[in-house]
């Protein structure tokens, strides 16, 4: 069984930094992507960012590319999510995620793990 435990949301002003971070346990092999998803009030949940824990490849949401990155210490069992240039729209609840490398990494079902998010809150 995977546990996930995100911390590291804030409030922050319109073009600071967050660097948000995800405490993982009970990983497994078959488990090889990990992502992080967001939500804000109304809407539906979508992807930011995902990386292959074999590989490291990572990909983005096109209104993050350039401004997230996310990184991977399988050593310390932490996922992270590092957020420069943030803008109000970034504003969420933010939630960490694993499950199999297969299809999609935008598809909410495609995670059988999930963490139980940290609020960002981006004022302009």
């Known amino acids: 069984q995977v546990q996930l435990v995100e911390s590291g949301g804030a409030s922050v002003q319109a073009g600071g930094s967050l660097r948000l971070s995800c405490g993982f346990s009970?990983?497994?092999?078959?488990?090889?992507?990990m992502g992080w998803f967001r939500q804000a009030p109304g809407k539906e949940r979508e992807g930011v960012a995902a990386?292959?824990?074999?590989?490291?490849?990572?990909a983005y949401g096109g209104s993050v590319q350039d401004r997230f990155t996310i990184s991977i210490d399988i050593a310390k069992n932490t996922l992270y999510l590092q957020m420069n240039s943030l803008k109000p729209e970034d504003t969420a609840m933010y939630y960490c995620?694993?499950?199999?490398?297969?299809?999609?990494?935008?598809?909410?079902?495609?995670?059988?793990?999930w963490g139980q998010g940290t609020q960002v809150t981006v004022s302009s």
């Open positions: 990386i292959n824990t074999r590989t490291g490849g990572a």
């Open positions: 995620a694993a499950g199999p490398a297969s299809g999609s990494w935008k598809m909410v079902s495609k995670y059988n793990y």
């Open positions: 009970g990983y497994t092999i078959s488990n090889d992507r």
